[in-house]
């Protein structure tokens, strides 16, 4: 067994473990942690792998930027566990089901008919003007154009989703109208007021 094997078999040992470890722990903090964990895991396995965009990209975009702001919102809410926990027997049958589906269809997709040693070699060592962000925006752009293209349609349209289910007018809430404005003329927004002059009365015991 040579270094990068090492540490490859390392890495995806913490990985399935800072996983398991996410949906077992009871504490959201510590599962949002182990969580953190498991990327920086599956950013070194990437490193291995000669994909050092996509390894710092998930440093920095998921682990600086998504778990940072999941960890503050779950440390200011409060947060009832006991009321969280209510349902779980009912709902298990179901959760094992959809457990047992999805571990099928990932040993299917994930087997070695299709990610074996064989079918799937080790990276060749690249030279050292090799750019592997420049070649994962040649592959996003002339392989996998159609789907890149897709699935950046199904994220525009899960935003849009987002903001239309978010999104509530209140009657008390105050807003701006830009159209509004800029059709209002000068005697709408100026009034001109004429009072006689005087002095000011004072006030007298």
Do not use: C
């Not at 050092?52 to 930027?65: C, K, P, R, T």
């Not at 778990?67 to 959760?95: C, H, K, Q, T």
């Not at 997709?109 to 990610?115: E, I, K, M, S």
């Not at 962000?133 to 899960?158: H, I, K, Q, S």
């Amino acid at each position: 067994m040579d270094f990068l094997t090492g540490v490859f078999y390392f890495f995806s040992a913490v990985l399935l473990f800072s996983g398991f470890r996410v949906i077992t722990t009871r504490n959201p903090v510590q599962a949002a942690l182990f969580l953190v964990l498991a990327f920086f895991s599956a950013s070194a396995i990437w490193l291995t792998l000669e994909a050092e965009f996509l390894a710092i990209a998930l440093v920095l975009v998921y682990v600086g930027a998504v778990m940072v702001l999941f960890l503050f919102v779950v440390m200011m809410l409060d947060i009832n566990l006991d009321r969280l926990r209510e349902g779980f027997w009912s709902y298990l049958p179901l959760a094992l089901f959809v457990a047992t589906m999805l571990v099928l269809e990932m040993a299917m997709v994930l087997g070695a008919r299709t990610f074996g040693l064989n079918i799937v070699p080790a990276p060749v060592p690249h030279g050292a003007g090799y750019s592997n962000t420049r070649e994962l925006g040649r592959l996003l752009y002339t392989d996998y154009l159609y789907p890149f293209e897709l699935a950046a349609v199904v994220l525009l349209v899960a935003i849009i989703a987002a903001i239309a289910l978010t999104m509530r007018h209140r009657k008390n809430t105050r807003y701006q109208n830009p159209s509004q404005q800029v059709r209002v003329k000068r005697d709408q927004r100026v009034r001109l007021v004429s009072m006689p002059s005087g002095d000011t009365p004072t006030n007298q015991p």
